[in-house]
């Protein structure tokens, strides 16, 4: 089973805009951490924001928020008045407590922001 | 410079030889991962450093890939025997411990002829 799944391969949205990407997660740990990155086409991976399974609270960083509903087993990112800088892949990622301590990463969304 | 890097940045080898690429992490982070990506898809494990430790090299897709790190310092991604099922880009990342968030090298993308 997919441990991390993002549904939607390509998105647009208007410049000033708000959007919102989709992210489920799959996992029998208790501990976890999910995280996103924008990786534009010049190819680097640029961390933008992280949420514990413990957080009370939705992360915020800036113009991104981080919608985490646990039992949902949902962390969708929102970017709040969308640039055209932001165009770019945005990937979902999750790291478990127990076992692999590296990030188990989903397929993307390919955000397009038009003037 | 301050960040992960890599090289080379690109390589182009022909189908059967063997590629070094090259990770150079942030100094002190002594975790260190290497991921694939192949075109249009995303980031696949392949294996994690992590201080002394002995590696995690579950994500490792055949024994002709093979990876090394001295201390923590620089670490080596060795792919013998190239297949053009090889071609992609090769990252690199960094982190502080295994709780920290891990930093990414601009990758190595490989061709494979």
């Known amino acids: 089973a997919q441990k991390i799944t993002q549904t939607q391969p390509g998105m647009f949205v208007q410049e000033k805009e708000a959007v919102t990407l989709d992210c489920t997660y799959d996992t029998s740990d208790p501990s976890y951490g999910l995280f996103w990155y924008k990786q534009p086409s010049s190819g680097e991976m640029i961390f933008l924001i992280y949420q514990g399974s413990y957080d009370q609270q939705n992360a915020t960083e800036g113009r991104y928020s981080l919608n985490f509903q646990k039992a949902r087993k949902s962390a969708n990112l929102v970017i709040s008045a969308s640039q055209l800088g932001d165009s770019a892949m945005y990937f979902c990622?999750?790291?478990?407590?127990?076992?692999?301590?590296?990030?188990?990463f989903g397929s993307g969304t390919r955000l397009q922001v038009q003037p | 410079g301050a960040g992960v890097s890599q090289s080379p940045s690109n390589k182009v080898t022909e189908k059967g030889k063997d590629v070094e690429l090259r990770c150079d992490p942030i100094?002190?982070?002594?975790?260190l991962y290497w991921y694939r990506q192949r075109l249009g898809q995303g980031l696949e494990f392949l294996i994690y450093?992590?201080?002394?430790?002995?590696?995690?090299k579950s994500g490792l897709p055949s024994d002709r890939f093979s990876a090394e790190r001295t201390g923590e310092s620089v670490s080596t991604l060795t792919i013998q025997r190239t297949q053009q099922e090889d071609s992609a880009v090769y990252l690199c990342?960094?982190?502080?411990?295994?709780?920290?968030?891990?930093?990414f090298g601009p990758g190595t993308r490989l061709t494979v002829l």
């Open positions: 990622a999750m790291r478990e407590s127990a076992g692999r301590r590296a990030l188990t």
């Open positions: 100094s002190g982070h002594t975790a």
């Open positions: 990342a960094s982190s502080l411990g295994t709780i920290g968030e891990q930093f």
């Open positions: 450093f992590q201080g002394n430790s002995a590696p995690d």
